[in-house]
């Protein structure tokens, strides 16, 4: 399992990266875990640590993929998901929601995707590529004997 902690934008936010790091503390007894971390708010980085991390591991395992962090680093599990169609999505949902969890926000952000499925590669995109690229070798060193 990997598990990625939040690293918050604001100091005053550190408290949260502490509470989540205390809760799934006790996961190591029951099974190995890979801890890695990333931000909470730029979202480029955290879809670079998910392709990292499916890098690294998507050849040898199933890759499922539990959003439970910020806002910012669901939308980076959203363009990541884009990227690897064998990824599975579980999102948690809870029965109830605590009217005291949130008060208000500091500030609103927006992220300007445009067409989001015309600039992202997919690794089937990839793979035809790479496919395409094979033949026209063995085409050509065909042609040239």
């Given amino acids: 399992m990997v598990s990625i902690e939040g690293i918050p934008r604001l100091d005053a936010d550190e408290w949260r990266r502490e509470s989540i790091h205390d809760l799934n503390e006790g996961v190591e007894s029951h099974i190995s875990v890979d801890w890695r971390e990333t931000s909470t708010f730029d979202y480029e980085e955290t879809a670079n640590l998910l392709n990292n991390i499916h890098d690294e591991y998507g050849d040898k395992y199933r ?83």
């Avoid at 793979?127 to 063995?138: C, G, N, P, T």
């Fill in 63 to 145: 890759v499922v993929l539990a959003p439970t962090g910020s806002k910012l680093q669901t939308v980076s599990c959203l363009l990541f998901r884009r990227q690897h169609q064998d990824v599975q999505v579980i999102y948690p949902v809870t029965r109830d929601y605590s009217e005291t969890y949130s008060k208000g926000w500091k500030a609103t952000w927006g992220i300007e995707l445009g067409h989001i499925d015309d600039t992202i590669t997919t690794e089937q995109e990839e793979y035809q590529d790479k496919i395409s690229k094979l033949r026209a070798k063995i085409e050509k060193m065909n042609n040239s004997s």
